[in-house]
């Protein structure tokens, strides 16, 4: 059973902007998005709970915005400015529990993933 969609992902070039969407049954109070990279571990991207508190990873505050819509059950990422370094899969995951935290291994569903690749 599918919980979780990601779609958005695409080819673009530096410096273009990208928005990931993530529909689905499976949505919590605390929601992420994370990325891999090739040969890489998977990372947190940025996070946000049911009062809409969120947390970004270092290396994309300022170009990434996550957001959330409740009664749409939907996810969202906007990514600006994009870099090579940002070049991934990105995946939607939800956390069951009180503490919201950017750890992957604390998250619970998962969905398949939607590859983002920017080149130069």
């Known amino acids: 059973q599918v919980q979780l969609v990601e779609s958005g992902g695409a080819s673009v070039q530096v410096g273009g902007s990208l928005r990931l969407s993530c529909v689905g049954e499976g949505f919590t109070n605390c929601m992420g998005w994370f990325r891999q990279a090739p040969g890489k571990e998977r990372e947190g991207v940025a996070n946000i709970d049911y009062y809409h508190t969120t947390h970004y990873a270092d290396s994309v505050k300022g170009r990434f915005t996550i957001s959330r819509d409740f009664a749409k059950k939907s996810l969202y990422l906007q990514m600006n400015n994009l870099q090579p370094e940002d070049t991934a899969m990105y995946y939607c995951?939800?956390?069951?529990?009180?503490?919201?935290?950017?750890?992957?291994?604390?998250?619970?569903?998962w969905g398949q993933g939607t590859e983002v690749t920017v080149s130069s």
């Open positions: 995951a939800a956390k069951i529990g009180v503490y919201c935290g950017l750890e992957s291994q604390d998250y619970d569903i």
